[in-house]
């Protein structure tokens, strides 16, 4: 084989190589990212969710001790589905917030699907 063969190909490998790092680079950069957005949501979510909770609870029981004793009842009634009511609410906004956000890895894959079509040409 002539030198200038195999410093060719020397050449290719070495930015076969390179492309490869770059790409998991990538990889482990949108990683670090998506576990970092993930567990930000996590940690809010639960707070939110005691601190809500515990808000609503407190001003459910205060509204049921303010109305007169023949009203209790109702107004007990009214507390749990304003509670329901408020559950499907936040419930059918976090499917659309779930439905809207891009495929995770998304940039890792297209990059990865653009090398192997520059490849295979």
Same mark, same amino acid.
Request: glycine share 12%.
């Given at each position: !084989?002539? =030198? $200038? &063969? !195999?410093?060719?190909?020397?050449?290719?490998?070495?930015?076969?190589?390179? @492309? $490869?790092?770059?790409?998991?680079? @990538?990889?482990?950069? /949108? #990683?670090? /990212?998506?576990?970092?957005?993930?567990?930000?949501? %996590?940690? =809010?979510? @639960?707070? %939110?969710?005691?601190?809500?909770? @515990?808000? &609503?609870?407190?001003? $459910?029981?205060a509204l049921v001790i303010y109305v007169s004793e023949p009203?209790? &009842?109702?107004?007990?009634?009214? %507390?749990?589905? #304003?509670?329901f009511v408020a559950a499907l609410v936040v419930g059918l !906004? &976090?499917?659309? !917030?779930?439905?809207?956000?891009?495929?995770?890895?998304?940039?890792t894959i297209s990059e990865l699907q653009r090398d192997l079509?520059?490849?295979?040409?």
């Open positions: !084989m002539s =030198g $200038g &063969l !195999m410093e060719s190909v020397q050449h290719f490998i070495a930015g076969l190589l390179d @492309l $490869g790092r770059t790409r998991f680079e @990538l990889f482990g950069t /949108e #990683l670090r /990212e998506e576990l970092a957005r993930l567990a930000t949501a %996590v940690v =809010g979510g @639960l707070a %939110v969710l005691v601190l809500a909770a @515990l808000g &609503l609870g407190f001003c $459910g029981l009203h209790r &009842l109702a107004a007990a009634i009214g %507390v749990a589905g #304003l509670f !906004m &976090l499917r659309r !917030m779930a439905e809207a956000k891009p495929r995770a890895f998304d940039a079509t520059a490849i295979r040409q």
